[in-house]
């Protein structure tokens, strides 16, 4: 196990650099650079503009760029914003990083517990009302974009009932305790079902599927032919066998969260990476925008390790030595 974990380690090494790669030069292709404001303005000098661009090494060709960028993150430092002056890039991703991490931990908690248990009993009742309902709402979980949901969420649970806040993660600063913990859990439901909304539906047919792909076994007809009570049935060895494709959605879950919240965030005016990351694309804050990419890249590949680790852990019949 410990060699495979060191292998795959080893593997991470290049994929991240093809990713940073695809990211700054997809970066660098768009018009146009973060002092191109500033060139607009009648009231800057162009000359100003040019030393600075020159001082920050937006003159530079674009390999030499990255490989300045690549030699400040061996060394642990991912630079400095080029948009937020003065302030670091981990500065500004360590003040947002928390709020995102709840929001996808909220929205994953949702996900797994209304989406594998719904799974489970729409397999269980097929072909009944239940089942029939719980398709219905597979499909609209697929099928309803982010953004459209978050705009009727707010219009309707925010402007028409009141019943949650249709922005940022606190109401009043200095809440310390329950309060405070009860008050980022409020400003958490609306964007945190929305940002769950298809990862839910997406759990609750994969874990349907599994569920009858497994239920109509033979050993499973063994089991209950054994005397075996029900619930062993289900749980032993129904769900336990139905977890493996599970498991290697939840590899991906949390990156893609993260990625994710982009649009979430935006709409619920949610002060998270995804919002910051918006906001390094639209002033072309490459160092910042590297930033956030790398941290993504690696949630999804750790994340990728942690479900091969979990394979072993749900079928003994797996073995990585």
């Given amino acids: 196990m410990y ?11 290049p994929m991240l650099f093809i990713v940073t790669v695809v990211v700054f030069t997809m970066a660098t292709l768009a018009p146009g650079d973060p002092l191109t404001g500033e060139v607009l303005d009648p009231t800057v ?4 503009v040019e030393q600075r661009r020159e001082a920050l090494g937006l003159n530079d060709p674009p390999p030499v760029q990255y490989m300045n960028w690549l030699s400040e993150i061996s060394q642990g430092n991912l630079g400095d914003s080029l948009h ?11 003040s947002r990083a928390p709020n995102t991490v709840y929001l996808a931990a909220f929205s994953l908690f949702i996900t797994i517990v209304i ?11 097929q072909y009944t009302p239940v089942d029939y309902t719980a398709t219905v709402f597979g499909f609209f979980g697929l099928a309803v974009p982010n953004f459209f949901f978050a705009l009727i969420a707010v219009y309707v649970f925010s402007f028409q009932l009141g019943l949650f806040p249709p922005q940022g993660t606190i109401s009043q600063p200095g809440l310390t305790g329950i309060d405070a913990f009860l008050d980022r859990l409020h400003h958490l439901v609306m964007p945190g079902i929305t940002l769950g909304l298809a990862s839910t539906a997406i759990y609750m047919r994969y874990t349907r ?20 009570g029900e619930q062993n049935v289900l749980y032993k060895h129904t769900l336990r066998n139905a977890l493996i494709p599970l498991i290697t959605l939840l590899g991906f879950e949390f990156g893609t969260l993260l990625s994710g919240a982009v649009v979430t965030e935006a ?10 990351f918006l906001t390094g694309i639209q002033n072309q804050d490459f160092p910042l ?17 942690l479900a091969d680790i979990m394979y072993a852990v749900v079928d003994p019949r797996i073995r990585y030595d």
């Fill in 3 to 13: 060699k495979y974990i060191l292998r795959r380690f080893l593997i991470f090494i």
């Fill in 45 to 48: 000098d162009p000359e100003v």
């Fill in 84 to 94: 937020y002056s003065g302030r670091t890039v981990e500065d500004l991703i360590m």
């Fill in 115 to 125: 989406g594998v248990p719904l799974g489970m009993y729409s397999a269980r009742k």
């Fill in 209 to 228: 599927s599994e569920m009858l792909d497994v239920m109509g076994q033979d050993f499973i007809r063994t089991a209950r032919a054994k005397g075996m």
């Fill in 267 to 276: 709409v619920f005016s949610f002060p998270g990476l995804g919002q910051l």
């Fill in 289 to 305: 925008i590297m930033g956030i990419n790398l941290i993504i890249a690696v949630t999804v590949l750790v994340g990728n390790l």
